[in-house]
Each structure stands twice: as C-alpha cells, then as structure tokens.
C-alpha cells in the first residue's frame, strides 16, 4: 500500500475512490461511507442523469455543487471533473488493481444473476462490450491523469494507492472508528505499513 502520510488524527470528511471498473471502488467508498457516517456520491449515477445533455458546462457545475458540500465519499473516475473534486477532498483514494483482476471481477458480476429480477437478465446484455474497453483503456486514458493528480497532490492531502485485494483489506482492516482516531493512532493502528 503506498501512502505519503499515517491516517489524520481528524477523520476525513471528503474523501475521493478512484479506479478501474471491477477494481472494487465502489464497495470501498460504500463501506467508508458508511464507516464515517458520510453521505455516498456515486459519479457514473450523477451523470446518468444528463444522459442526451451534451452541456458539459451545466454537468461541472453540477460536479461543483456536489463536492462544494461539506461531507461526502464520492467515487467515480470522471477526469474532466478532477480539477473540481480532488482539492476537496482530504483523502485520495485509487484503486489501482491489474487489468486482469478488473474485467475477472467484471465478467463475475455478470454472470451472476440479479436476485432482484432487475436490469438486464441476459449474460449479453450484462456484459456489454464497453464495460471491457473501458477496462482496457483505463491504463491508457485515465491512469495517467490519475498519477499526475497525485504528483501535485502528494503534499496537500492523505493519497492512498491499494494495488490488490490484500492491500484492500488491509486498509479497510485499519480503518479507525468514527470518533476513534485519536486512540487508535495512539495505538499505533492507524499508521498504514510501508
């Protein structure tokens, strides 16, 4: 797990999940979400809502409301929007998992049959073939706008990087309660290891 600093003594109160589809960005912001109490902004939702509107003014000051609030854990990779999000956010979070481990992880869930009966019965329609371009293009069109954000970014708020499962546990493990900062850093079980 690379990280530039141990967990703040005040917990976060915006917190930024980046990643590849599959990678697990979601589960991660949902149980951070509900481990600090803090309202869950799911960017691909949001912008499932000016689906036909192609204003992409009135969609980055959709984005600037959104992150202006005071709390949230917003995940979703939208680079156009990185400018309006990251400074806002005291914790950075990418989920850099293999291409491989994403689109396992993404064929998985689509085989799996919906137990609500909702959305796409077929295996085809759930799996869509731009689910997987996107997951091969990730590497190329939005990691490295993630790494530059994070070279400029470094000293101005706590960057987690979590490159497999096992780091992903790790981090999730170490996640202090709400409210327990201060004891568990005294502890010495908020200090994520090198």
């Known amino acids: 797990m690379e990280h530039p600093r141990r967990f703040q003594v005040e917990p976060p109160r915006r917190v930024l999940v980046v990643g590849n589809r599959g ?3 979601g589960r991660i912001a949902r149980l951070i979400s509900d481990r600090f109490s803090l309202p869950l902004i799911e960017i691909e939702q949001e912008l499932g809502t000016f689906a036909g509107s192609d204003d992409a003014a009135v969609w980055r000051d959709h984005v600037r409301k959104l992150a202006e609030g005071p709390e949230w854990v917003m995940s979703g990779n939208d680079i156009s929007s990185f400018d309006l999000r990251v400074p806002r956010a005291d914790w950075f979070i990418w989920v850099d998992l293999p291409i491989s481990t994403c689109a396992l992880a993404v064929l998985r869930r689509a085989i799996r049959v919906p137990a609500n009966g909702k959305g796409p019965t077929s295996i085809g329609e759930r799996l869509r073939l731009p689910r997987f371009s996107d ?6 069109e939005v990691a490295p706008r993630i790494m530059g954000t994070i070279e400029r970014e470094r000293r101005n708020r706590t960057i987690f990087i979590l490159r497999s499962r096992y780091e992903i546990t790790q981090f999730l493990n170490r996640l202090p309660e709400a409210g327990g900062f201060g004891d568990h850093l005294a502890k010495g079980g908020g200090k994520p290891s090198p």
């Open 135 to 140: 997951i091969l293009s990730f590497p190329t």
């Open 23 to 25: 990678s697990g960005r």
